[in-house]
């Protein structure tokens, strides 16, 4: 570790959305867990997140971690703002990583620091299927080690991250990517990419090149736990023809998508509606759901598509919905 090359004291960092072009749900582990094999991608939207090493000297903040010093703050109600978020859990499982191999107490005073504090700007819907969660911890994580001088590699935080949630191990990658010139000096850098083909329960993350799709994001503004879904999968896998079936990770396909839209009417008629009145080349339910992406190889398609949404009858005034791209920043300018 070179404990020189970095001594500010602040990082901000974006935290990408992602989403599944394929997820198939391969076999039921002995933990609970699922082995999954899927096509992940970043997305160009995002909570920001402001990192600190500081003196304790203000006390305006949600919470507070004596284990380690850690303050979080955000004005969003929705996510919790206690040792269950997943930002002050990704920076705990970093902190005890460091303090593993080095002495953080010396890290921390060379610093002139005796806490960390997290602010998450959250404007991704929460519970998505868009890993919102796990990109704040994956951001908090690489900005904590930033701020610590960069003791640990791209692929050792995705070593911890698997801890903190499945997706952590991809958004680490995907971020570390999107977030390049602020992480400058991360040893291993330049395996990350903004696309990955994702295997074992998140933890196998194997770089390949994005596939760039112009995207509409719909959200219809309901929460789905990853958790009841995955478990509902579990009968389907007693076949063995299913769980030994072929897959192919460059289709459009979502196991998952079966149980969300027979449970939940918000989505079935979400999917439905865009089928019927857009003209997307694809359609598909990202991760365990609700929302769904709209993908368009041509733009002319797109661009049109977005502008009649906005006096659309059929789009919900509760749906909330976003332009995008997927891919990497080359495919975003
Ligand atoms: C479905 C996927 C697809 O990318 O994404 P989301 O829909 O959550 O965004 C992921 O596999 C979700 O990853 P993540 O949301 O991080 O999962 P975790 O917090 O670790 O786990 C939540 C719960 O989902 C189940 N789970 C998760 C991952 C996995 N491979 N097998 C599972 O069975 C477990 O029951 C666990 O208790
Ligand atoms: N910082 C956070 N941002 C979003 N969700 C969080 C956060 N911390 C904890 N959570 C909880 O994690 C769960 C999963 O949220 P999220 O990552 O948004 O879902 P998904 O992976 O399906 O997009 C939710 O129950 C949410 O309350």
């Given at each position: 570790m070179n404990r020189d090359a970095v001594k500010s004291s602040e990082i901000e960092l974006n935290a990408y959305a992602k989403i599944n072009l394929s997820l198939y749900v391969l076999s039921r582990r002995a933990d609970g867990y699922h082995d999954i094999k899927s096509f992940m991608q970043g997305i160009n939207i995002f909570d920001t997140l402001k990192i600190k090493t500081k003196?304790?000297?203000?006390?305006?903040?949600n919470c507070f971690f004596s284990e380690t010093n850690i303050y979080l703050f955000s004005a969003?109600?929705?996510?919790?703002?206690?040792?269950?978020n997943l930002a002050v859990k990704g920076a705990i499982s970093v902190v005890r990583a460091i303090s593993g191999r080095y002495n953080l107490t010396d890290l921390m005073k060379e610093r002139g620091a005796d806490c960390i504090s997290i602010e998450i700007d959250k404007k991704l819907p929460v519970a998505?299927?868009?890993a919102g969660g796990s990109g704040n911890a994956a951001a908090v994580m690489l900005g904590v080690n930033h701020l610590l001088?960069?003791?640990?590699?791209m692929r050792e935080l995705m070593d911890v991250g698997v801890k903190v949630g499945a997706d952590v191990p991809f958004s680490i990658m995907m971020n570390t990517y999107l977030n390049a010139d602020e992480l400058e000096?991360?040893?291993?850098?330049?395996?990350?990419?903004?696309a990955a083909i994702v295997s074992g329960i998140g933890e196998v993350v194997e770089a390949v090149e994005p596939r760039p799709y112009f995207v509409i994001l719909f959200n219809p503004s309901i929460a789905v736990s990853t958790k009841e879904v995955y478990e509902a999968i579990d009968r389907k896998l007693e076949d063995t023809d299913y769980a030994q079936r072929e897959v192919d990770i460059n289709l459009f396909y979502n196991d998952l998508e079966l149980y969300t839209l027979a449970n939940y009417e918000e989505v079935q008629s979400l999917v439905s509606r865009i089928r019927e009145n857009l003209q997307a080349d694809e359609v598909l339910m990202s991760g365990s759901g609700p929302t769904v992406a709209a993908y368009y190889t041509e733009y002319t398609r797109f661009e049109a598509d977005y502008k009649a949404?906005?006096?659309?009858?059929?789009?919900?005034?509760?749906w909330r919905y976003w332009k995008t791209k997927s891919g990497g920043h080359d495919v975003w300018s």
């Open positions: 003196k304790i000297n203000n006390y305006n903040y969003n109600r929705n996510i919790p703002l206690t040792a269950d998505a299927g868009i001088g960069n003791p640990l590699s000096g991360l040893p291993k850098i330049e395996e990350a990419s903004s949404l906005e006096s659309a009858r059929w789009v919900e005034p509760t």
